[in-house]
């Protein structure tokens, strides 16, 4: 196949990717801070960030990737103080939140998932070596980056520098300023606040220190990839780049990935509009893992993706004509033999899918090529083309791109249940098979009032029994 190519946001330009160092990826992804419930918006970067983690092990690299937790920062400190905890007791809640959240979206772990409070020693290591360089100032017992001595400040965000005031001072963790501001890297305490006692003095971390810290710790000085929101472009982004390259001397990241805002109702999401949710506000009112997944992955990431409740339905139709297909090419017997033309119809689609992700992750080209051939193979089967030796091929060819999209295996019902939402759960798998089971078995022993009534209770559960030309039964959710 052809090249992979990455619109990087550094050259604003898509270009092929190569790793630094040969089979293996180092990529970096700006994980959540964990003062509340992540939300849909933040997952739609996560499952980007899945999606090419899985797409580069398709192509045969090892992956070494690192995610971070943020669990110090203003907005933490203050909650905790106001919870009457520690920051470290407080996180805790969020932090397991988060992780449940992954693993019910089915993205996979990071080979090193990095909490900011575990690498203080590595961020005060990398603010002395700014300041033997002479990039450091401090005041009032905080130590901040003089982003006028980097020349190279505003290369990723484009910001414009000419009007920068000299010795400006920015302490907040995040902030939305048009021009530049010296940024802190490390925090003198406030009274009654947490903080730790270092070398350089009593304190705690900036945001934007602890992503170089730990990234230059697992990955080295210089990463493949970095990946994140484009709301962190500037200036979580742009610091970290001035404060690692300041220190090292050397490119930081040579790709850098940012997914686009998602919407809701084509509006930007927020508490105040009532459009704000979290996973678990979804799974309360119904919807199903395996439906978000495919709606966050089915926009390619340099797009907005507007998120509507029509969309999430539809979304989950989408799911279930996929798994239904397998489930048909299962269950169903075909006329002996296989075809040419079908083996021929196989090797394109993987051909297109691949093409599509090789094009900057463009999901969207990738499952067109995954539904293309879903319907001219139900097609093939609906007109007595298809043969029994061609069901292997097409069952390979989507378990690979299953291995991208990870929709296939029906977990929804087991993984609602595992986060309390059992009345949303539905039945699973296994009990529907049971169910399909005890009426098939109803039927052989002539009791069809009794089979009819269990068709009637498994379509009242959403669930449709279809008859097959072999004299068998399948079922597919509505």
């Known amino acids: 196949m052809g090249d992979i190519l990455f619109q990087n946001t550094l050259t604003g330009r898509k ?3 190569v790793p630094l160092h040969p089979g293996e990826v180092r990529m970096y992804t700006c994980g959540p801070t964990v003062y509340d419930f992540a939300h849909i918006g933040n997952f739609r970067t996560f499952v980007f960030q899945d999606i090419l983690r899985r797409f580069l092990r398709m192509k045969g690299y090892r992956i070494l990737q690192v995610m971070n937790l943020t669990d110090v920062d203003d907005r933490i400190i203050q909650n905790a103080a106001a919870a009457g905890v520690g920051i470290r007791e407080y996180t805790e809640k969020y932090i397991r939140a988060f992780l449940e959240d992954t693993r019910t ?11 900011a409070t575990d690498h203080i020693d590595d961020m005060v290591r990398l603010i002395q070596r700014l300041s033997e360089k002479s990039f450091t100032y401090s005041s009032d017992g905080s130590i901040y980056f ?4 980097f020349p190279g400040y505003g290369k990723l965000s484009k910001i414009d520098l000419s009007g920068i005031q000299a010795g400006a001072r920015v302490d907040v963790d995040r902030y939305e300023k048009a021009d530049a501001r010296d940024f802190a890297l490390w ?3 406030k009274p009654g606040e947490y903080f730790w006692e270092t070398s350089i003095g009593p304190g705690r971390p900036g945001w934007h220190i602890e992503c170089s810290a730990m990234a230059m710790k697992y990955l080295g000085e210089t990463l493949d990839i970095h990946t994140g929101g484009v709301d962190l472009i500037f200036p979580h982004h742009e610091n970290e780049i001035a404060q690692s390259e300041a220190a090292t001397g050397k490119p930081f990241a040579r790709f850098w990935l940012h997914a686009e805002f998602l919407l809701v109702e084509s509006e930007k999401m927020s508490k105040s509009l009532g459009n704000f949710y979290t996973l678990r506000d979804l799974f309360a009112r119904g919807h199903r893992p395996s439906a978000l997944r495919f709606l966050l992955a089915s926009v390619p990431y340099r797009r907005q993706l507007n998120f509507t409740m029509d969309g999430l339905q539809q979304a989950a139709s989408s799911v ?4 239904n297909f397998v489930a048909r090419l299962k269950t169903e017997k075909f006329p002996a ?6 083996a021929g119809r196989v090797r394109q689609a993987a051909a297109d899918f691949e093409k599509g992700l090789e094009d900057d992750v463009n999901t969207a080209q990738a499952l067109a090529a995954v539904f293309d051939l879903v319907r001219d193979v139900n097609t093939a089967i609906d007109r007595g083309e298809f043969r029994q030796g061609d069901a292997p091929q097409v069952l390979a060819a989507m378990q690979e791109s299953d291995s991208i999209f990870s929709l296939l295996v029906d977990e929804d019902a087991a993984k609602l249940r595992a986060l309390g939402f059992d009345a949303a759960a539905g039945p699973d798998d296994v009990e529907i098979e049971a169910l399909v ?3 098939q078995a109803a039927r052989k022993r002539g009791d069809y009032r ?7 209770q498994l379509a009242e559960r959403g669930i449709i029994l279809e008859d097959t030309r072999d004299g068998g039964v399948r079922w597919k959710r509505k």
Request: aromatic content about 4%.
């Open 187 to 189: 925090k003198a305490p």
């Open 15 to 17: 270009e092929p990717f």
């Open 450 to 456: 009794y089979a009819d009534r269990m068709r009637e």
């Open 320 to 323: 279930e004509r996929l798994r």
């Open 337 to 342: 033999g296989q075809s040419d033309s079908m």
């Open 105 to 115: 979206l089915n993205i996979q772990p990071p080979e090193h998932l990095a909490r």
């Open 437 to 439: 089971a005890e009426r």
């Open 146 to 149: 003089r982003i006028a001595k």
